[in-house]
T-cell receptor, first 113, second 112 residues
Framework: NAGVMQNPRHLVRRRGQEARLRCSPM?????VYWYRQLPEEGLKFMVY????????ESGMPKERFSAEFPKEGPSILRIQQVVRGDSAAYFC???????????FGPGTRLLVL | GQQLNQSPQSMFIQEGEDVSMNCTSS?????WLWYKQDPGEGPVLLIA?????ELTSNGRLTAQFGITRKDSFLNISASIPSDVGIYFC????????????FGKGTLLTVNP
C-alpha cells in the first residue's frame, strides 16, 4: 500500500510566479491536511479538506493561498504571486477518517528566489 | 493558539545510551503523538497515545501520556546511529480532533 505521495519534491520559483503543490493521499483515505514547516520549526496546520470540500482553512493565509481536493485526482495547494517568505517545506497528510492518525508525505520544498 | 514546549532542543549522545525528551502544553490535549523526521523527508509516526496515563512501547521506544493531559515524554533505550533525526511531539486539543499542533522538535545526534 503506497504511502502519501507529494510532487514535486523540490520547487523553485521566482517572486511573483505561481506554485502548485500536489498531494495524493494513501489508498482508502479521503481526508487530507496541509501543513507548512519553516526552517528549524515544527509543522503548522494550514487546511483540512475532504473530497470536494474545504472543512477548515483557518491556518491558511487569506490571500494568495488556496487549496482543493477534487472528486478525481490529487489535492492541490496553490500559491499565487509567491514571495520569499513562502519558502518552506509543505507537507500533506491523510487519514481514513477525521479522528484517525494522520500519515505524512515526504513534502515539497519550495524555494522562492 | 495552542503551544507545545518541547525539550531539549538538541541532544548529542553516545551509541548505547538512553534518551529522554518531553513536551508540555499550557492546555489539555486529547491526543499525543510522537514523530521522527529524517533530513529531506516527512514526519513518520512512532507512537500514538489516546488516554491519560497511557504508556505505550514500540521496540526500543516508550512514550507516556501524562496524567494531567498537559505533557508527554518519549524515551529511547540503547540508542543506535540510525536513531539520528529530529523528533517531534504533536497533539490536538479542545474541539478539534484533527488540527495537530507540533513542538519545535528535538535534534538527536548519536555518536557511534
Amino acid at each position: 500500500n503506497a504511502g502519501v505521495m507529494q510532487n514535486p519534491r523540490h520547487l523553485v520559483r521566482r517572486r511573483g510566479q505561481e506554485a502548485r503543490l500536489r498531494c495524493s493521499p494513501m489508498k482508502g483515505h479521503s481526508h487530507v491536511y496541509w501543513y507548512r514547516q519553516l526552517p528549524e520549526e515544527g509543522l503548522k496546520f494550514m487546511v483540512y479538506l475532504q473530497k470536494e470540500n474545504i472543512i477548515d482553512e483557518s491556518g491558511m493565509p487569506k490571500e494568495r493561498f488556496s487549496a482543493e481536493f477534487p472528486k478525481e485526482g490529487p489535492s492541490i495547494l496553490r500559491i499565487q504571486q509567491v514571495v520569499r517568505g513562502d519558502s518552506a517545506a509543505y507537507f500533506c497528510a491523510s487519514s481514513p477518517r477525521q479522528q484517525e492518525t494522520q500519515y505524512f508525505g515526504p513534502g515539497t520544498r519550495l524555494l522562492v528566489l | 493558539g495552542q503551544q507545545l514546549n518541547q525539550s531539549p532542543q538538541s541532544m548529542f549522545i553516545q551509541e548505547g545510551e538512553d534518551v529522554s525528551m518531553n513536551c508540555t502544553s499550557s492546555s489539555i490535549f486529547n491526543t499525543w503523538l510522537w514523530y521522527k523526521q529524517d533530513p529531506g523527508e516527512g514526519p513518520v509516526l512512532l507512537i500514538a497515545l489516546y488516554k491519560a496515563g497511557e504508556l505505550t512501547s514500540n521496540g526500543r521506544l516508550t512514550a507516556q501520556f501524562g496524567i494531567t493531559r498537559k505533557d508527554s515524554f518519549l524515551n529511547i533505550s540503547a540508542s543506535i546511529p540510525s536513531d539520528v533525526g529530529i523528533y517531534f511531539c504533536a497533539g490536538n486539543s479542545g474541539g478539534s480532533n484533527y488540527k495537530l499542533t507540533f513542538g519545535k522538535g528535538t535534534l538527536l545526534t548519536v555518536n557511534p
